[in-house]
């Protein structure tokens, strides 16, 4: 019997299992446990997914060991790779790359819309500058399938309503079907208190499966406006012993997610 | 034949007010030039880029910038956001001009193409426009969707980092990418790439296709001049200078003193060249940094 995975372990692993061998996912800087995530779906579930790092497309044959986390934007991240990615026409293949990508936020409210510039000042300067919203302003408008992922839940991040939108989710539950948007907003939003997805009323925030520790109380405790489903929602089901090994000796050899 | 120039020669030749776009995309950052500017080169200066990273901070801590439009200012997880930018932002002295990687390439995409504007989907919904009103929000007519026009973004001057170059600015890079840089050097009136090293013509010649960047106005040859970023095929990240560099910028916020005033800025504000800078950082710290070409 194996220790039971960590929780940047889980996030690996539930990752995986929202990656298809049809995906062709961007991972973005810094992104430890979802670049694990893609690497183990590759090999186990998803052969023929495609994964960028880095601006480089990786090379899956060789197995997918990561390195552990780093400044960000790592060469090693994309070696190795069979192929390289221009920056400047990166958004140029916008109907099929990315098909999966994952975003952060200094805040991210109940429908999911974002926040990388932080808080604007009365006199419109800033009161409190984030670095920036790199891509996501873009790729949340265009990219099918968006997921949130958070290193941490607690009530100054998720918040009632964003200072400023960087990257938009699902807007005011209507928004995208009335600015005529191809796209979905996220369907999921992965945290250290459970998964959570967009299937409340008005594509409000609704907690699938709660992680160990995280009770209904402490859930609505860390989070600024109300959770639905946070009483019924069952704890998540642990990892499989074979993807957990999977990822152990093949991706994560270096032990990077456990700490 | 391209103006072969020193980093302070270059930095001399940008004028005062200049819009100045910043190649590389966290690393590949033109930094010997950017660190003329800020040791004397011109002030008032509106900053286009980079495509993400913070090459621009010291730029910034010395005073040399009024407004930068840029992605993304920070080198996670050793810097979340660069310090000295920040506290400029937070205290109005520079003015940020929102944008994102998509919405920054259009708009040099449109000067390139001498458009006044592009048409973009993503930033629709979001308060780009509210935080940036060079953005409008308009219905297609003939599709109907909502879409963000963005305004075309010139450049005065392109300062871009690459591996090497011939005598004529042919220039070629290492690597997996050419990140933005072409988008910059179109966008601009004028084009100044830093390189590691000058290659001969004839290796041009005979391998066109590895030419990214054709006939650019002026190269600057600064070995090892991209530090304390990586640079394709010469340099890994200083993680530790960098490090240094963001304590120190905010033990002086903490103190109350101005960031120009942090030991990190000042020791490199006394300098007179870049070769001095290299002295600083130290034959060894570079040696151990160094990849093979």
């Known amino acids: ?259 | 034949m391209a103006e072969l120039l020193t980093p302070e020669e270059a930095a001399r030749s940008i004028p005062p007010g200049s819009t100045l776009g910043i190649g590389g995309l966290q690393g590949n950052f033109p930094m010997a030039t950017l660190r003329a500017i800020a040791r004397g080169g011109p002030g008032g200066l509106h900053l286009v880029g980079p495509a993400a990273g913070m090459a621009p901070e010291m730029l910034i801590a010395a005073g040399r910038a009024v407004s930068i439009r840029a992605t993304h200012m920070g080198c996670d997880p050793v810097i979340p956001i660069a310090p000295a930018y920040r506290a400029a932002v937070e205290s109005g002295a520079l003015e940020v001009r929102e944008c994102d990687e998509g919405t920054l390439l259009m708009a040099l995409r449109a000067a390139g193409q001498r458009l006044p504007y592009l048409p973009w989907r993503g930033g629709v919904g979001t308060d780009l426009a509210r935080l940036n009103p060079e953005y409008v929000e308009y219905v297609d007519p003939p599709s109907g969707i909502t879409l963000m026009r963005i305004p075309a973004q010139p450049v005065d001057v392109a300062l871009l980092r690459a591996y090497e170059a011939d005598e004529y600015g042919n220039v070629r890079y290492r690597g997996h990418s050419h990140f933005a840089d072409p988008a910059f050097a179109k966008a601009a009136a004028r084009v100044i790439v830093e390189v590691e090293r000058v290659a001969d013509h004839d290796s041009f010649v005979a391998d066109p296709l590895r030419t990214a960047l054709h006939r650019v106005d002026a190269i600057v040859v600064t070995p090892l001049g991209g530090h304390p970023f990586r640079a394709a095929g010469s340099l890994r990240q200083d993680d530790e200078w960098l490090r240094r560099w963001s304590v120190g910028i905010k033990e002086a916020i903490a103190a109350g003193e101005p960031v120009i005033e942090a030991d990190v800025v000042r020791r490199e504000l006394r300098l007179v060249a870049e070769e001095d800078y290299l002295d600083l950082v130290g034959a060894d710290r570079l040696m151990a940094l160094r990849v093979a070409g």
């Open chain 1, 1 to 259: 019997m194996s220790a039971p995975p960590t929780a940047l372990e889980m996030d690996a692993i539930l990752i995986s299992r929202m990656l298809s061998s049809d995906d062709c996912t961007l991972v973005g800087a810094g992104l430890t446990a979802p670049r694990a995530g893609a690497f183990l779906a590759g090999l186990t579930h998803a052969p023929g997914i495609r994964l960028a790092q880095s601006l480089g497309w990786l090379d899956f044959r060789s197995g997918g060991e990561i390195s552990p986390p780093h400044d960000g934007l790592d060469i090693r991240d994309a070696e190795p790779c069979d192929a390289t990615i221009d920056d400047y026409l990166v958004f140029d293949d916008l109907g099929r790359f990315p098909t999966f990508f994952i975003i952060g936020g200094l805040e991210i409210d109940r429908n999911g819309n974002t926040n990388l510039w932080g808080r604007p000042g009365a006199d419109g300067g800033w009161e409190r500058r984030g670095a920036g919203a790199i891509g996501t302003t873009t790729l949340a408008a265009n990219c099918p399938r968006v997921v949130i992922y958070s290193l941490r839940h607690e009530p100054r991040m998720f918040v009632e309503s964003c200072a400023a939108i960087s990257a938009l989710g699902w807007g005011d539950g209507e928004t995208r079907t009335r600015l005529g948007l191809r796209t979905p907003g996220p369907e999921a939003c992965l945290t250290p208190a459970g998964l959570f997805d967009y299937g409340g009323p008005r594509h409000q925030m609704r907690l699938v499966a709660r992680r160990p520790g995280w009770t209904p109380d402490r859930i609505a405790e860390c989070t600024g406006f109300p959770v639905h489903d946070v009483e019924v929602a069952p704890e998540l089901e642990t990892a499989g012993e074979e993807e957990l090994a999977v990822l152990r000796s093949r991706v994560d050899v270096t032990g990077a997610l456990r700490g």
